[in-house]
């Protein structure tokens, strides 16, 4: 399993960004991905997650301005999105996505983790 993040970046409050994982060596749409985020000193926090229907379920502070989204066929490889508008200072963070089984927020449920890619909010 490989998951890599890009697409972060510093951008001032009010505006966009949006992210990707390129993900691959696994059948994309057959699991479940999510979005977290850690910012120094604190600790790791769900963004947001998407089932393997589509379904999707978001930390109720963040649902209004993020969309999660994935582009896949069904073979080993397939691109998960986050779009990121309104942003705020507090939405700094390094940002990354996961692969699980468990369509759920909790991080623990996540056996597999890309990089990360940092989000500066100015």
């Known amino acids: 399993v490989q998951l890599v993040e890009s697409g972060g970046g510093t951008v001032q409050a009010g505006g966009s960004l949006r992210l990707s994982c390129a993900g691959s060596g696994f059948t994309f749409g057959a699991v479940c991905m999510a979005w977290f985020r850690q910012a120094p000193g604190r600790q790791r926090e769900a963004v947001a997650t998407i089932d393997v229907d589509g379904t999707t379920r978001y930390a109720d502070s963040l649902k209004a301005r993020f969309t999660i989204s994935t582009d896949h066929s069904w073979g080993t490889r397939g691109t998960l999105f986050l779009q990121m508008n309104r942003l705020k200072p507090e939405d700094t963070a390094m940002y990354y996505c996961?692969?699980?089984?468990?369509?759920?927020?909790?991080?623990?449920?996540?056996?597999?983790w890309g990089q990360g890619t940092q989000v500066t909010v100015s």
């Open positions: 996961a692969a699980g089984p468990n369509f759920t927020l909790r991080p623990s449920a996540y056996p597999s």
